[in-house]
């Protein structure tokens, strides 16, 4: 069964550019969620997605961020116009139904802003 | 601000001795705790869980112990391996999905 995948794996972009990030979560999880991790610190919450819905985006850091989910199946998540402090790394992670229900992580992409 | 936290930013132990990884929490709601094992250029691995119905869940060489009074879990893993070392992270959930995560312990094995 193939996991959590992501696309690309790196992205260097320059200041006020915009970049989408992909996220194909494993097949029949309705959930889906992304992360960021900043600078080696902890990993933080970014939204969650339950199918097409969005169920949770208390972690967005502002409305340069936008994520979707058509159809209930792959992710996006773009960030328009990219800041410095945006460079970090974004994990997308999905589970099956229940809240206890493992979440597994992709491989990340690694964005940097310069 | 954080809702768990690892104290220990790294651990160097011996090929074949016992880690120890600590974690603490400070949200009661928290009722599913998880350990993920992350190696470099790659995405947290799932490693072991553990309901705050229990106070502890055996996994090959991993155990995690809970202790909801302290608000405090641990990871053992024995005996430790070289294939071992990587970044661990703590993580804590509760019935609003999302995971809130600890900065990670880096565990070097030595040979």
Redesign the interface.
């Known amino acids: 069964e193939a996991g959590?995948t992501?696309f690309p794996s790196h992205s260097v972009i320059e200041k006020g550019q915009t970049v989408t990030l992909r996220c194909d979560p494993i097949s029949g999880h309705d959930?889906l969620?992304w992360?960021r991790r900043v600078m080696g610190?902890?990993?933080?919450?970014l939204l969650?997605f339950v199918k097409e819905s969005k169920?949770?985006e208390?972690?967005m850091p502002n409305n340069r961020f936008l994520a979707e989910r058509t159809g209930g199946t792959y992710s996006t998540l773009k960030v328009q116009p990219a800041e410095l402090e945006d460079s970090g790394v974004y994990?997308c992670a999905s589970?099956f139904q229940r809240?206890?229900d493992?979440?597994?992580?992709?491989?990340?992409t690694r964005l940097t802003v310069l | 601000d954080?809702q768990?936290k690892q104290n220990s930013p790294s651990l160097s132990v011996q090929e074949g001795r016992i880690s120890i990884l600590n974690c603490d929490y400070t949200n009661s709601m928290f009722?599913?705790f998880?350990w993920?094992k992350k190696y470099p250029?790659?995405?947290?691995?799932?490693l072991i869980?553990i309901?705050s119905i229990k106070d502890k869940n055996e996994d090959g060489r991993f155990t995690v112990f809970l202790n909801k009074s302290a608000k405090h879990l641990s990871l053992h893993i024995v005996p430790s391996q070289p294939g071992d070392s990587a970044v661990y992270?703590c993580?804590a959930?509760?019935?609003?999905?999302?995971?809130?995560?600890?900065?990670?312990t880096t565990v070097t094995v030595r040979a």
Not at chain 1, 102 to 108: A, D, I, K, L
Not at chain 2, 93 to 104: E, P, Q, R, T, V
């Open positions: 959590v992501q959930n969620y992360y610190k902890e990993i933080k919450f969650h169920q949770d208390s972690g994990f589970s809240h206890t493992t979440q597994y992580f992709g491989p990340g | 954080q768990v009722d599913y998880l993920y250029a790659e995405g947290p691995t799932f869980s309901s992270f993580a959930g509760s019935n609003d999905y999302k995971l809130s995560f600890g900065a990670g």
